[in-house]
T-cell receptor
């Protein structure tokens, strides 16, 4: 089955700890994205990558970091510098920028 | 940059009635307008999209209209069913310049049986 897999689905973190969210796709898409979803805020872009070894900041990149070492993988690290990290995180991919987005099932991060 | 406003934030209708969700955008260069549906606990999925060279597009009970002059576009759902209950997001982008999708804040639609 082709698609996007995010893990873990639920994650708890203590303040001051970094945490990495995994995103893997087997759709052979060049572009990958990370969005943050908060109630009433819609989907806000954190980082995106059009091609391997290249990525760009989105609208709310502060406190986050990414890497794109493989076409299939685009992990997101939520660092201790992110002031309000508790949220639902969605990874997505597309076969071209601004094409149809295919989303993963999301990861819910809770900071205790 | 692009800004997308979406209204209403919540919408409740009776089964069988129509539902309309409206979005406005700010960047006149935007030319691609998709709509995503997110059911409770699930991932967003594309349900319909429209490009700026088209004024209206229909797919069974769902239709989208675009007014480029006024810079707004709308989602119309006819004969609503309980399974239409979800959060709907509009978005806009400039595909020519490969701009990223900018999403509205979403509309929670509840269809009461």
């Amino acid at each position: 089955d082709g698609g996007i897999t995010q893990s873990p689905k639920y994650l708890f973190r203590k303040e001051g700890q970094n945490v990495t969210l995994s995103c893997e796709q087997n759709l052979n898409h060049d572009a990958m994205y990370w969005y943050r979803q908060d109630p009433g805020q819609g989907l806000r872009l954190i980082y995106y990558s059009q091609i391997v070894n290249d990525f760009q900041k989105g609208d709310i990149a502060e406190g986050y970091s990414v890497s794109r070492e493989k076409k299939e993988s685009f992990p997101l690290t939520v660092t201790s510098a992110q002031k309000n990290p508790t949220a639902f995180y969605l990874c997505a991919s597309s076969d071209r920028r601004a094409g149809e987005l295919f989303f993963g099932e999301g990861s819910r991060l809770t900071v205790l | 940059g692009e800004n997308v406003e979406q209204h209403p934030s919540t919408l409740s209708v009776q089964e069988g009635d129509s539902a309309v969700i409206k979005c406005t955008y700010s960047d006149s260069a935007s030319n691609y307008f998709p709509w995503y549906k997110q059911e409770l606990g699930k991932r967003p999925q594309l349900i319909i999209d429209i490009r700026s060279n088209v004024g209206e597009k229909k797919d069974q009970r769902i239709a989208v209209t675009l007014n480029k002059t006024a810079k707004h576009f709308s989602l119309h759902i006819t004969e609503t069913q309980p399974e239409d209950s979800a959060v709907y997001f509009c978005a806009a982008s400039n595909r020519g310049s490969q701009g990223n999708l900018i999403f509205g804040k979403g509309t929670k639609l509840s269809v009461k049986p």
